[in-house]
C-alpha cells in the first residue's frame, strides 16, 4: 500500500469549483473518449448516506488498454476496464476505483475541498493522522504536463478568463491570489501481488498525479464556459455529454463486456 495526499489550489472558491468541477469531468471524459476507450457511464444518481447526507453516486468504466506501459498490457485483456465508482457529498467526496481482472488492485481516494491556499495541515487526520504519507503540492501554473497532453488555452501562465478577471497565474502566485481554495486529496494505491507491488503503485501515483494536474487546470481554462451556469444547469450538461460520450465509448464494447467479466472470473 502506498499512500499520498495531494493538495491543489485554484484561483476559484469552494462553491464555484463546485460547477466546475462537473463541469470539468463531463468535457474532459467527452474529449478522451474516441475508437472504444474512455469512459463509459454506467449509473449518476442522488443517493443519501445516514452520515454524510444527500449526495450523487456515479458508476463508470473506464477503458484504457492502449494507455498501460507495455508490461501491463502483456498480463490484462485486449479490451480492459477499471471500475469507478464516486461518492459526492461535496466539499467532501470519496473514489474507488477497482478493477475485477485485478482483485488485489485498488485505489481510494478522500477528497476535502477548503478555501485556502493548502494550508490546513491537520484536515484528513480523522482519516489518516497515524498514517505515514507524502504530502505533494500540485501547482496548475507551474508544474510540467506530459507534452501530448498541453495546449497553450489551457496553460494558467498564459489564459486569463473575461468573466472574472482572473488568469496569467505568476510563480508565486497562491501567496498572494484571492479568491483561492485548495483541493486536498488522499489517495492510497493497493496492489498486493509480490514483485510487483511498488512498480505498480508508484506507476498509479504517477498517473494520478498527472490526471490531478491536466483535470484542475482545465477546469480553470474553461471557467468562462460553465462560470454563469447554476447546479441544474450543469447537471443537465452532464446528463447531454454522458450520453454522447457512451455513444463513442460503449458501441465497440457492447458485446465484450460479458466475456471480460466471465474471464476475470475465471482467473479468479
Known sequence: MLMKEYRICMPLTVEEYR?????????HSHEQSDRGEGVEVVQNEPFEDPNHGNGQLTEKRVYLNSKLPSWARAVVPKIFYVTEKAWNYYPYTITEYTCSFLPK?????????????????SIFDKEAKDLEREVCFI?????????RYYKESEDPKYFKSQKTGRGQL???????????????????VKFEVWGLQTRVEQFVHKVVRDILL?????????VDEWYDMTMDDVRE???????????????????TVDEIESHAKART
Open 237 to 255: 450538461y452532464e446528463k447531454n455529454m454522458h450520453e454522447k460520450t457512451n455513444i463513442k465509448v460503449c458501441n465497440q464494447h457492447s458485446s
Open 19 to 27: 460547477i466546475g468541477q462537473l463541469y470539468m469531468i463531463s468535457k
Open 170 to 188: 505568476k510563480e508565486g502566485w497562491r501567496e498572494t491570489h484571492q479568491p483561492i481554495m485548495c483541493s486536498y486529496k488522499l489517495v492510497t
Open 139 to 147: 501547482d496548475i501554473a507551474s508544474d510540467e504536463i506530459p507534452e
Open 214 to 222: 491536466i483535470g484542475h487546470r482545465q477546469a480553470f481554462a474553461w
Open 105 to 121: 488492485f485498488s485505489i481510494h481516494i478522500e477528497t476535502k475541498y477548503e478555501d485556502n491556499k493548502g494550508s490546513n495541515d
